[in-house]
């Protein structure tokens, strides 16, 4: 799956900490990462009680099946980047 | 498919206006949409003359066939709201 995240800043590293308990952080406010049904369920509600739903926004994608995706990637991978220092 | 960037404060703007050439923004740095795989490869080579590879990151989902993913969104729909205002 991937979550897509624009909260006000007051919010940002809260939700940021929940999302890393469930998923791999790739890019400025976007997060990757295969989700069991029941943990994606806790993840939005923990979400959804940390949000204020008339200023944020999350967009979650999630896919039946990995093999109809495809993912490219241009200029630095930051992830990577972040592992290594 | 869907398309996330993380660029320098100075290259925002190009980048924005550029993708809203081909795509809908949806959130922050999120752009949607469908596009063929001719404008696909147009706007990757624009996009590439506009990064820097050591500094940015642009992020490009494909996907085969949209039936097999889902869209939840949590919050306001920014864009929604984008077109309304």
Same mark, same amino acid.
């Given at each position: 799956?991937?979550?897509? &995240?624009?909260?006000?800043? +007051?919010?940002?590293?809260?939700?940021? +900490? +929940?999302?890393?308990? &469930?998923? *791999?952080?790739?890019?400025? $406010?976007? #997060?990757?990462?295969?989700?069991?049904?029941? %943990?994606? @369920? @806790?993840? +939005?509600?923990?979400?959804? /009680?940390?949000?204020?739903?008339?200023?944020? $926004?999350?967009?979650? &994608? *999630? #896919?039946?099946? *990995?093999?109809? $995706?495809? /993912?490219?990637?241009?200029?630095? %991978?930051?992830? &990577?980047?972040?592992?290594?220092?």
């Amino acid at each position: 799956m991937i979550l897509v &995240y624009d909260v006000g800043e +007051k919010r940002v590293n809260k939700i940021l +900490k +929940k999302c890393r308990q &469930y998923l *791999t952080w790739v890019q400025n $406010s976007v #997060f990757e990462g295969e989700i069991t049904e029941g %943990n994606l @369920k @806790k993840l +939005k509600m923990e979400l959804n /009680r940390m949000i204020k739903p008339n200023e944020d $926004s999350i967009i979650i &994608y *999630t #896919f039946q099946n *990995t093999k109809y $995706s495809n /993912r490219q990637v241009m200029g630095i %991978n930051k992830n &990577y980047l972040d592992i290594i220092v």
